[in-house]
């Protein structure tokens, strides 16, 4: 990391071609939504009558999102990127989009690792076209295996299409294919093992979500957080478990002993792992958040939609990367909740 020590001494704080804050991180990691919309009206998230949604010509085109990304990629550092939403498959012809950011290369040369956090409610159908458009893979969202209680979190009977589209993911060869399951305690914590033992069933890595406070209803509470230490200590005792070596990925991993694969944790609330955050995110609407909790955003889309250059968009960007908070403040008194539910800004 010596190098970090220059860029700080930079009044703009980056060397040419990296996004770092006065923390010494590097962004490396793009969330793109491409809608605030969604099928689903999981209570965590969305009140059952739905959102105010961003009028649609308010939304970033395929074009606008993709210039965006061809400048985070070739000129910001970017190496990765995830397309989130609401639902990103609720909107049309995503596969084009998929198509457009997989012809990215970083300044190496290199391809763009391009991911997907979807609901899974359409994968059986979209599969293997958005795999065809260089999708590598995606991290699908299941918050129980009973079919009463999907559709009591999700107020959707959708499970067999989830099931089926996981399914469907493997078979693509979008792997790993990854299950994100938010534990709420009273609400999905008696099925721990029941993921855990899914997962190893079909062969695919489940991830245990720390309930964060990001629900539309506000009524999120540290009560309901179970948290990563408990969820490795519940599987632990089933399948016993091995750490595996921690990256910069939000994760931290477990390995099974038996070698039948892998689970992950994420302790948003319990462990924060802010240190580490190499990601950044656009909103649906043109919106820049530094991070998930941020209390500010940076406009993008009147400057893109005003003339503004490359370079212009690059110093915009580079300034408020380079003001990046350390983290967020989860628990502690000066906590204060944004302005906006996951669903507006993307997972
Ligand atoms: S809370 Fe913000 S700073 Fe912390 S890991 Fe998440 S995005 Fe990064």
């Known amino acids: 990391m010596t190098d970090t020590a220059a860029h700080v001494l930079d009044p703009v704080g980056t060397a040419q071609g990296a996004l770092v804050d006065t923390f010494g991180r590097t962004a490396k990691d793009l969330r793109i939504s491409v809608t605030d919309r969604c099928n689903f009206r999981c209570v965590y998230c969305m009140p059952a009558e739905g959102m105010e949604f961003v009028p649609r010509e308010e939304l970033l085109s395929y074009e606008e999102i993709s210039r965006l ?18 639902e990103p498959t609720v909107r049309r012809d995503l596969d084009r989009l998929v198509a457009m950011l997989a012809a990215l290369r970083t300044p190496a040369g290199d391809p763009v690792e391009i991911s997907l956090t ?37 107020r959707r009977d959708a499970i067999d299409e989830v099931l089926a589209g996981i399914d469907a993911a493997v078979v693509a060869g979008l792997t790993p294919v990854k299950v994100n399951a938010v534990i709420v305690r009273g609400h999905n ?34 009560e309901q957080v179970v948290s990563a230490v408990e969820v490795v200590s519940a599987i632990n005792e089933v399948y016993p478990l091995e750490p595996v070596k921690h990256g910069a990925e939000p994760a931290t991993r477990w390995r099974y002993a038996d070698g039948l694969g892998e689970i992950g944790v994420i302790p948003s609330v319990t462990n924060p792992f802010c240190g580490d955050c ?35 968009l690059a110093a915009l960007v580079t300034k408020a990367v380079w003001g990046k908070w350390a983290g967020h403040r ?16 993307g997972g």
């Open 69 to 86: 990304a061809r400048l985070f990629v070739e000129d910001l550092g970017i190496e990765s990127i995830r397309l989130t939403g609401g």
């Open 118 to 154: 979807t609901n899974g409610s359409a994968l059986t159908r979209l599969a293997g076209r958005l795999r065809d458009a260089g999708l590598s893979r995606v991290n699908v969202s299941l918050d129980s295996l009973k079919r009463e209680r999907f559709l009591a979190m999700t």
């Open 189 to 222: 914590d008696d099925e721990i093992i029941d993921f855990a033992t899914y997962a190893r069933d079909r062969g695919v890595q489940i991830r245990f979500i720390e309930y964060m406070p990001l629900d539309a209803s506000g009524s999120w509470s540290l």
């Open 278 to 312: 190499d990601r950044v995110r656009l909103t649906a609407e043109g919106q820049f958040r530094t991070c998930l909790f941020a209390l500010d955003e940076l406009d993008l889309r009147h400057p893109l939609r005003s003339g503004a250059t490359d370079a212009d």
């Open 330 to 345: 989860i628990g502690r008194v000066d906590f204060i909740r944004p302005n906006r539910s996951m669903s507006q800004i």
